[in-house]
């Protein structure tokens, strides 16, 4: 397959290579800051129940164990805890905090980016074994995902471009492409890299480990995720919107829709069984509720306060409950439970 631009606002390709099998040459060296969370006020009134958690929490993902599993700092580490009450099962001390987590499968293994160690490991939601390290994974690797084939994708934040690994190891990369790539959803066979320098998202095959398609979505985005086999949401935090885009099977990627999500929007999760899209907006401390059964049409159902500093957000697969981190380093740090009744419905 060849690299294709697809226009968001056009109804034509244009190629992004001089010739077929020849790359696209990346974009110039980013010369303004990277998209960047609000710095939240304090937390009026979360909902739900708020649980204390040693370190101050960023990523946070649910197994369909009903383990959850959240990166910190201060101390550094994954801490397992339970999904329904917040109760701590273990801590897995790392060198350097993480930042994003994601699941390799319903129930793990945890993909564990280190950007301060340029290592991903692989850990067991069950026990917090360490199922394996990676070493050399570009410079300050930021998100990762697994693609259908079992290829992980790790985004390269300080070097540019992706990492590919397989059993453990790192097995390929590819050059910018995304300048400072930040969040990575997986489609299939496909990995959807969001450059946090605003040049747009690129498309990847975890296969082939190639570059297949490039388009400009958005200001600045920064996390991904995953809404269907063929379709990501992109948390476009200096343009206070969700962008959604689809993928069709050549890897080409066009923007279908567009969520109003004023105030820095930042951390992104889905339940696909309920079909609802969770958003954070960081410069009010609130989480926003979309129904994305028609990803082409969301529809916005509400929002709900959060914890101070909401910078994550997943779902717990068993029952639809919504946990939030509360990542301000300077109040109380914590993992907020938002049942599935306290949420809004359509």
């Not at 990277?34 to 304090?42: G, I, K």
């Not at 370190?55 to 383990?67: D, L, Q, R, W």
């Not at 697969?317 to 938002?338: C, E, H, K, W």
Request: with cysteine; proline share 10%.
């Amino acid at each position: 397959m060849r690299a294709r631009l697809v226009a968001v606002a056009a109804a034509f390709l244009v190629a992004a290579g001089c010739s077929s099998g020849t790359p696209a040459e990346p974009p110039p060296p980013a010369t303004t800051p990277a998209a960047e969370p609000a710095q939240a006020p304090d937390s009026a009134d979360p909902i739900g129940t708020v649980v204390p958690l040693p370190g101050a929490p960023e990523g946070v993902v649910v197994g369909t164990s009903g383990i959850a599993a959240a990166g910190v700092r201060e101390p550094d580490g994954v801490v397992l805890f339970d999904a329904a009450t917040g109760v701590v099962r273990q801590m897995v001390p790392t060198t350097g905090a993480p930042r994003h987590l994601s699941l390799a499968g319903p129930d793990g293994p945890v993909l564990v980016p280190l950007e301060g160690s340029d290592e991903l490991l692989e850990i067991s939601l069950a026990d917090g074994a360490i199922l394996s390290t990676a070493t050399g994974v570009g410079r300050q690797p930021h998100d990762a995902v697994q693609t259908s084939d079992g290829t992980i994708v790790a985004t390269n934040e300080m070097g540019g471009g992706v990492i590919f690994l397989r059993d453990g190891s790192v097995v390929g990369e590819l050059p910018p492409g995304p300048v400072q790539p930040g969040g990575v959803a997986a489609l299939g066979p496909f990995a959807a890299v969001a450059d946090v320098q605003g040049n747009g998202v690129w498309v990847y095959d975890g296969a082939t480990q190639q570059e297949v398609a490039q388009a400009p979505i958005g200001v600045k985005l920064t996390h991904a995720v995953t809404v269907n086999q063929t379709v990501a949401g992109f948390a476009d935090t200096d343009g206070g919107t969700v962008l959604l885009a689809s993928v069709d099977p050549d890897g080409d990627i066009r923007q279908i829709a567009s969520i109003d999500a004023p105030g820095n929007p930042y951390g992104l999760a889905v339940d696909p069984e309920r079909r609802l899209l969770f958003v954070t907006l960081t410069a009010s401390n609130v989480l926003r509720v979309v129904d994305v059964s028609d990803p082409a049409a969301p529809r916005t159902l509400g929002d709900v306060p959060t914890v101070t500093q909401a910078n994550s957000v997943a779902v717990d697969p068993r029952t639809g409950d919504v946990l939030v981190t509360g990542s301000d380093p300077g109040a109380s740090s914590s993992i907020q439970i938002i049942t599935r009744a306290e949420l809004p419905v359509g």
